[in-house]
């Protein structure tokens, strides 16, 4: 995984609650074997007619948010079933943060295991940067390392982070990485116990 330290992105607003996995990427598309080619699926039924082809009326279709990196959503986002495809999805589109009021504490914990950074604002905040990112093209930097948010328009904001979340981000570490770290302790208790 990318270390995140400090991030400068495009803000895509979703200004909608209780965004649930299958909403993010339907079921009828987690047949792949690999972590790639879902961001095409990304919001399906939203972003796509009966036909395949992208809607004009949602929002992620508009020019000014191609290339967004930055999600900003309603509280309760990544509901619904616990499958990591969600975040394979939103990653693979493009998003590295996802700021909301609230999320499903497995889409969360599925977040910082696979290199997006879930940001938990207040709901005013939240409110604040959906208002701006629908009014115009609106960049927002995330900064792990302060735990901060802000943009260059005056507003910024504080989050918190669990520590060991906190430290996995800021290394593009997963699980198996971490247990790479230890490799030689590891050796040297095999070693001992042969």
Not at 112 to 133: F, M, R, S
Request: hydrophobic share 35%.
């Amino acid at each position: 995984m990318e270390p995140i330290r400090k991030h400068e992105g495009l803000v895509y607003p979703l200004n909608r609650a209780n965004v649930d996995t299958d909403q993010i990427i339907p079921k009828q598309f987690l047949k792949r074997i690999s972590r790639q080619g879902f961001g095409q699926f990304v919001f399906y039924n939203w972003r796509f007619d009966s036909k395949g082809e992208l809607r004009e009326d949602f929002s992620l279709n508009q020019p000014k948010y191609e290339d967004t990196t930055i999600l900003v959503a309603g509280e309760n986002f990544g509901c619904g079933s616990s499958r990591e495809h969600a975040p394979w999805a939103l990653q693979d589109y493009g998003f590295r943060v996802i700021i909301a009021p609230s999320y499903a504490d497995i889409f969360y914990n599925n977040c910082t295991k696979n290199g997006i950074l879930p940001v938990k604002l207040t709901e005013a905040e939240v409110q604040t940067l959906i208002k701006n990112a629908e009014a115009d093209k609106y960049y927002l930097t995330v900064d792990l390392e302060e735990k901060k948010v802000y943009d260059n328009q005056g507003f910024e904001a504080s989050f918190d982070l669990d520590a060991y979340k906190r430290e996995m981000l800021l290394n593009g570490w997963d699980d198996i990485s971490v247990t790479l770290n230890y490799a030689d302790q590891i050796a040297e208790f095999e070693k001992a116990r042969a």
